[in-house]
């Protein structure tokens, strides 16, 4: 079942912060990000094992709440580079793999 | 080194026709996944291999829809009379590791279909 993401889109000025949700209804152990820009393939940003961990690096980060089978993906003082489609994708116990709708971000100047 | 690539880039096929679409993984990569993206969504899911093993097929449309790596490395997605709703971005990905849980999954550029 795919996982739900909110919001569907968001528009940020450069410089200013975003979270992205993504929540299943299925028992998930691992959480996986990925961005992918308009004409090319996914690019990987994280995974997130169960164990509620918190993960970052340069200004994205992400938690993982296994409790409430969710996920969030922090982007903090948004860069023109950081434009793209965010997608949460989800391990349903090493079978298979579902990715969610999608998180339009645009970042203007 | 090289990523995963994937041949052709772009396919035109006329409605009725098969198509072969070809996916070469990371060498050593174990997991080799197929996705199907139309226009605006996020890849859906069709098919999961672990070596030459295809451990998960739910994600075929429908029984026109066949997917092979029978070595382990190099897969094939087969799509047999063609239709206009097959027309989409397929995507190839692999893994390192031989499950889906906590492996980062690598993308090749895609082979965009179009069915007239």
């Known amino acids: 079942q795919q996982p739900v993401q909110s919001p569907q889109a968001v528009i940020l000025r450069e410089g200013e912060d975003a979270v992205i949700n993504c929540s299943s209804s299925k028992a998930l152990y691992s ?3 990925y961005r992918q820009k308009h004409g090319e393939a996914p690019v990987f940003l994280m995974i997130l094992l169960k164990g509620g961990e918190q993960k ?4 994205i980060s992400a938690s993982f709440n296994e409790k409430k089978q969710q996920s969030s993906l922090y982007l903090t003082a948004s860069q023109l580079s950081y434009s793209g489609t965010y997608f949460c994708g989800t391990d349903n116990y090493g079978q298979n793999f579902v990715f ?7 970042v203007l100047p | 080194g090289a990523g995963v690539s994937q041949s052709p880039r772009y396919k035109v096929a006329k409605r009725g026709q098969d198509v072969a679409l070809r996916c070469d993984p990371i060498s050593g990569h174990v997991s080799l996944f197929w996705y ?3 226009l605006g969504q996020g890849p859906e899911f069709l098919t999961y291999f672990q070596n030459e093993a295809q451990l998960d097929k739910s994600g075929l449309p429908s029984d026109r829809f066949f997917a092979e790596r ?14 206009q709703e097959d027309s989409a971005v397929y995507l190839c990905a692999s893994s390192l590791g031989g499950t889906t849980t906590g492996n980062e999954q690598f993308f090749g550029p895609g082979t965009r279909l179009t069915v007239l």
């Open chain 2, 70 to 83: 029978p070595e382990g490395s190099v897969s094939t997605l087969k799509i047999q009379r063609t239709q």
């Open chain 1, 31 to 33: 959480v996986h990000w």
């Open chain 1, 56 to 59: 970052g690096h340069d200004k």
């Open chain 2, 36 to 38: 199907q993206q139309a």
């Open chain 1, 100 to 106: 969610g709708p999608g998180t339009r971000l645009s």
